[in-house]
Each structure stands twice: as structure tokens, then as C-alpha cells.
């Protein structure tokens, strides 16, 4: 069992940064993919961008590649998500997740995070 949680959601103006990070609860934080995904009002759930246990494999959706980086310090059992280059359309709740192997698809992940909002005004 993994327990999640965001924070460093907020609102900000378009071109600014924002940095979210993911706690994790548990001893065995490097042994799981970790994502961060994304859910607009009134749209689907969406990949942003998933990293592997060890943090050397990762995968990006083509509307942040660029402009969002991810990391993962497993000795603290958290992930951050650096967000530069914010756009209006990157507004949404963004919630972090962990898996029992690396996948872009949302349904493979089997702990979710509560979300933190992410707005950016133009």
C-alpha cells in the first residue's frame, strides 16, 4: 500500500514556474513507476509525463516536453514535477501516481495522490 500526496499546486501567470512534489508513504518507494497526470474540467484524464523506480527511464506527453521536468529522490520517497513555460492550457488538477511497472497509461497505476490544482492565468 502507497499513500500519496501533492502539493505546490497555486495559481500563477502564463511564462511562470510552478514546482509540485509527490510524498509517498512506504519503504519501498524506488520500487515503483511514479507519474504525474493531469485532468482538466470537462476532459479526460491525461498523461503528463511517468518515470521508472530507479528514475532513469522516462516519458513525457508532447505538450510539456520542453517545458516540465521530472525527478524522484527515493531516499526522501518523493517525485517533483518542475513546471516552466506555464501555458493557460496546462490548467488542471494534477495528480501523482504509483505503479508496479513502468506504463503511459493511466490504468496501470494503482495508487493515486489527491490532486492539487494547477491554474495559470494568461
Known amino acids: 500500500q502507497v499513500h500519496l500526496v501533492e502539493s505546490g499546486g497555486g495559481l500563477v501567470q502564463a511564462g511562470g514556474s510552478l514546482r509540485l512534489s509527490c510524498a509517498a508513504s512506504g519503504r519501498t518507494f524506488s520500487s515503483y513507476a511514479m507519474g504525474w497526470f493531469r485532468q482538466a474540467p470537462g476532459k479526460e484524464r491525461e498523461l503528463v509525463v511517468v518515470v521508472s523506480g530507479s528514475g532513469g527511464r522516462t516519458y513525457y506527453a508532447d505538450s510539456v516536453k520542453g517545458r516540465f521536468t521530472i525527478s524522484r529522490d527515493n531516499a526522501k520517497n518523493t517525485m517533483y514535477l518542475q513546471m516552466n513555460s506555464l501555458k493557460p492550457e496546462d490548467t488542471a488538477v494534477y495528480y501523482c501516481?504509483?505503479?508496479?511497472?513502468?506504463?503511459?497509461?493511466?490504468?496501470?497505476?494503482?495508487?493515486w495522490g489527491q490532486g492539487t490544482q494547477v491554474t495559470v492565468s494568461s
Open positions: 501516481a504509483a505503479g508496479f511497472a513502468w506504463s503511459t497509461y493511466s490504468r496501470d497505476y494503482a495508487y
